[in-house]
């Protein structure tokens, strides 16, 4: 007797009508995106726990109900990058076709696996890597992967660079017993490549941080004295890593110098654009990227300047057979589902995947590189903008010209005795709680300042002299709280 099977299977009257209500939630966070602040209210970890902790539920509920609950205390709970006035890190708003595709490839599990099984998946990945490369002036014959953002992308081009340029069969023979691997990367570069040298057995000493020059580009000097040195000490230098856009200020290394630096020492040759590299479709600002054409492989972050859903990072390399041979290997039970030479899997470490370059194949498809053109064009003069309003006021001070879209800057009103660093760092505190708009900081040399990223397709020039405005009053505030205290 065959047992009783069970199937999670619903009612298509209820799967339509909480679509809908999805739908409905979706559209309110279009249409009124700041109704929600972009910073969330401070949660306690105890009430975190007791919305959406607990054991595992033996007992179902009904999907209504579980709408219901997540509508009352998920959204109220999570930040909004959909904010007109969110500037924060390199976040940017979502993208409402895209985002509500993410359902429909959720339901259908489309993934970029295997070409026989899903080949409309695999080539709109290999269109959009074609297409991400040409946009960026890295190549118009890129090959690449979506990965899950840059962190992964380039964890994913030292892994390459590692088997191309190692000068022994790292994938058979490993680390031990060969010598020290070095990859150099300037001081500001992100901190996924210390994690990614960390991960792959290397080593965080073997990332060579290089000082960087008063506009926070990579010091040429120093990196060849690095590599010099290195090559002296037995060591084999395999990579260097050069910035399309720094996270903290949106420099950009000299990347033609660094093509030749890294063309004369056999180096592979990265530049991580996961944030800058799109500006590269404004005409205007193509020039900024001289030399990424000459890059091994590039990091493009479409879920950053595209302003697609997460998840949507890539990496771009000039030949298949660079990801290929990194990550390629065919277990028995997959000979069956061969397509030979198209399976995207073979490019990169993941096996069961999402569809994730649909929702970037759709952005473009919809809006075209013209309109992507002229807002990216727009977020770069809107930095400007902003440098300007700094440089005019008393009270705040521009921490260098913007490059991109990065505006960094500090509030330092005169005449006032009080440590500047922590006072910016308090303001950044203050507009975190206050919720009306959510800028980030970080600190360059030394100093604590205040960090305005525009590359979101909701920020407004109202929001953003709004922002300034709001700073001055938060500012003055923490200051008069210093003073009667
Ligand atoms: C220059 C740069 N590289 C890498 C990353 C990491 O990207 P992700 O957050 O998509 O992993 C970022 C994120 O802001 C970045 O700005």
Redesign the pocket.
């Known amino acids: 007797m065959s047992p009783d099977l069970v199937t999670l299977e619903m009612d298509p009257a209820v799967i339509r009508e909480l679509g809908h209500r999805i739908i409905d939630l979706i559209t309110e966070e279009f249409a009124g995106p700041a109704r929600r602040p972009p910073f969330p209210p401070a949660q306690t970890t105890e009430r975190m726990e007791s919305l959406f902790g607990g054991p595992v539920p033996i007992d179902g509920a009904d999907p209504g109900q579980i709408l219901d609950f997540l509508e009352n205390h998920l959204l109220p709970a999570a930040g909004n990058p959909n904010h007109p006035r969110q500037m924060a890190?390199?976040l940017t708003a979502s993208t409402p076709l895209p985002a509500m595709l993410e359902a429909l490839v959720a339901a259908i599990k489309l993934r970029p696996t295997t070409w026989k099984n899903q080949p409309g998946s695999c080539r709109i990945e290999t269109t959009v890597t074609r297409w991400l490369g040409s946009m960026t002036g890295f190549s118009d014959e890129a090959a690449g992967y979506v990965t899950?953002?840059?962190?992964?992308a380039?964890l994913f081009a030292l892994a390459v660079a590692r088997v191309r340029r190692a000068g022994w069969d790292v994938r058979k023979e490993g680390l031990y017993g060969h010598p020290r691997l070095t990859v150099y990367a300037s001081s500001q570069t992100?901190s996924?490549f210390t994690r990614s040298v960390e991960m792959l057995g290397l080593g965080s000493e073997s990332l060579r941080l290089i000082p960087v020059d008063s506009h926070q580009r990579i010091r040429l000097d120093l990196l060849v004295r690095a590599i010099r040195h290195d090559i002296d000490d037995g060591c084999r230098p395999f990579c260097v890593v050069g910035?399309a856009?720094?996270?903290d200020t949106g420099s950009i290394d000299p990347l033609d110098a660094l093509a030749d630096i890294a063309r004369r020492h056999d180096l592979w040759f990265h530049v991580?654009g996961?944030?800058?590299a799109l500006a590269a479709i404004v005409p205007e600002a193509r020039h900024l990227f001289r030399g990424i054409e000459r890059a091994d492989s590039l990091?493009v972050?479409p879920?950053?300047w595209l302003n697609v859903p997460f998840e949507a990072?890539c990496i771009l390399v000039g030949d298949r057979a660079d990801l290929s041979d990194t990550f390629g290997l065919v277990p028995a039970y997959l000979r069956g589902a061969m397509g030979a030479e198209q399976n995207q899997y073979e490019c990169g470490f993941e096996l069961s995947r999402t569809d994730r370059a649909l929702k970037v194949w759709v952005a473009l498809r919809q809006y075209g590189l013209g309109h992507y053109t002229a807002m990216i064009r727009g977020h770069l003069e809107l930095a400007r903008h902003l440098a300007r309003l700094v440089e005019e006021a008393p009270d705040f001070e521009l921490m260098g010209e913007p490059v991109l879209s990065i505006c960094c800057f500090r509030y330092a009103p005169p005449g006032v005795d009080v440590d500047l660093n922590r006072l910016n760092e308090d303001l950044e505190m203050r507009l975190m709680e206050d919720g009306r708009a959510l800028i980030s900081g970080t600190v360059l040399e030394g100093r604590q300042v205040l960090r305005a990223c525009i590359a979101s397709h909701m920020v407004t020039k109202a929001g953003v002299e709004e922002t300034l405005g709001l700073l001055r009053q938060l500012g003055r505030s923490l200051l008069a709280a210093a003073a009667s205290a």
């Open positions: 890190y390199v899950s953002g840059g962190s992964t380039n992100h996924c910035n856009g720094t996270v991580d996961a944030y800058g990091t972050d879920h950053k990072g």
